[in-house]
């Protein structure tokens, strides 16, 4: 006799992660990953804001008692940085914890969600979950063409993704057009944006979308503390939507789903401006010294807004395997349907130099094609 699982568990597949850092030590039997740098899961070259360090290790000594399952400061000071009220976020262990919210709120068999084919791979890997289909809408220029996901919703459709900047092409949609998809979208699909990277642009640059959460019954915007903010490590990103819908999202939610230092770090994050502001900056230079030198070696790649950069490199596994060999991870691209490419998060000015220089050997070595 054996256990007898759900028949469609078996299935699903794998989201691949960026490798951890001491995993790729121990594969290569160093006693210390000092030297490897990742540059593999966009997290913040940086770090934490100082202040949200000092939060952390203040809340410490009271890790004994169990957190603010409603997050209520939390949500009290996004709600004031939002000018919405608090019962319209929700707060959870990583914006990918309310992904799975709203799989569970809005997915059954027979359903499916619409987004674009090489949009963030999440939102393809939960449908199955719900047995209901993930609709993939092809990009263009590797953009998500919004008409073409328009013309994808049936009947069935109860959710639409938007990556807004986009992972893994680091391509961005202008206001114009997310106001022209809102005026055409049916109210009975839910729209959920989901900004992970929208703190890096200016804030000039950043679309609105919390007017549609403003003015429309069915738009969710997903945000989180794993990137500008730089806390990753954490797990605690949130939800804004209508009250309505955000108390559905809370019938799913565990009570204490975000932990109580989370809690704590992502309010002091909250209120250092000047840390993204750094941050920002640095990854704009960044990205400017890495576009050059792409250019320099010949190699084509995807301009991007993100702290992210697609990089075609001929056989995208090889090259990150033999970027491994040399301590450095990147992101391989197969999963995605682009297999000549890598994605690389942009780093510090020191990690940046070296992986230019070691991309350099792997093209005289014939190992980066062009
Ligand atoms: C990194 C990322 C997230 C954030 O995930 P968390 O669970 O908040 O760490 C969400 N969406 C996209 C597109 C991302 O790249």
Redesign the pocket.
Same mark, same amino acid.
């Given at each position: 006799m054996s256990t007898i699982p759900n028949m469609w568990i078996k299935n699903l597949a794998f989201y691949e992660p960026g490798r951890p850092i001491d995993e790729l030590a121990r594969e290569l039997g160093l006693s210390s990953a000092d030297e490897i740098i990742k540059l593999a899961s966009?997290e913040n070259a940086l770090g934490p804001s100082p202040k949200a360090v000092d939060a952390m290790q203040r809340a410490a000594s009271n890790m004994h008692i169990y957190p603010d399952g409603g997050s209520f400061y939390l949500r009290l000071a996004l709600a004031q940085k939002y000018h919405v009220d608090m019962d319209q976020i929700i707060v959870g262990n990583? #914006? %990918?914890?309310i992904i799975e919210f709203l799989a569970h709120v809005y997915l059954q068999p027979g359903s499916n969600l619409v987004m674009a084919d090489k949009a963030?791979i999440v939102y393809k890997l939960i449908a199955p979950a719900y047995q209901a289909e993930a609709i993939t809408v092809p990009m263009v220029d590797l953009t998500h063409d919004l008409d073409a996901m328009l013309a994808a919703i049936t009947p069935q459709t109860r959710m639409v993704f938007i =990556?807004n900047p986009n %992972?893994p092409t680091g391509t961005m949609l202008s206001q114009d057009a997310l106001d022209a998809f809102m005026d055409q979208v049916p109210a009975s699909v839910a729209v959920v944006f989901?900004e =992970?990277?929208i703190e890096l642009l200016p804030p000039d640059r950043q679309p609105d979308t919390m007017a549609y959460v403003k003015s429309r019954p069915n738009v969710y915007v997903?945000r989180?503390f #794993?990137?500008a903010y730089g806390l =990753?490590g954490l797990?605690v990103?949130y939800g804004i939507s209508t009250a309505e819908n955000i108390q559905l999202l809370n019938r799913v939610r565990q009570p204490f789903n975000v932990n109580a230092m989370a809690q704590e770090a992502a309010m002091a994050a909250l209120e250092d401006d000047e840390h993204v502001e750094i941050i920002r900056k640095l990854v704009i230079d960044g990205l400017a010294f890495l576009q050059n030198a792409f250019e320099e070696m010949g190699l084509e790649y995807v301009p991007s807004v993100a702290n992210f950069i697609l990089v075609k490199v001929g056989r995208g596994r090889k090259v990150f395997d033999a970027l491994q060999q040399r301590l450095i991870i990147v992101r391989p691209m197969d999963g995605y349907g682009l297999p000549e490419y890598v994605r690389i998060t942009v780093g510090t000015a020191d990690q940046n130099r070296r992986l230019v220089l070691v991309m350099k050997q792997l093209i005289e070595e014939g190992i980066i094609e062009k």
């Open positions: 966009n990583g #914006s %990918n914890e963030f =990556a %992972n989901d =992970a990277y997903l989180t #794993s990137k =990753a797990r990103g």
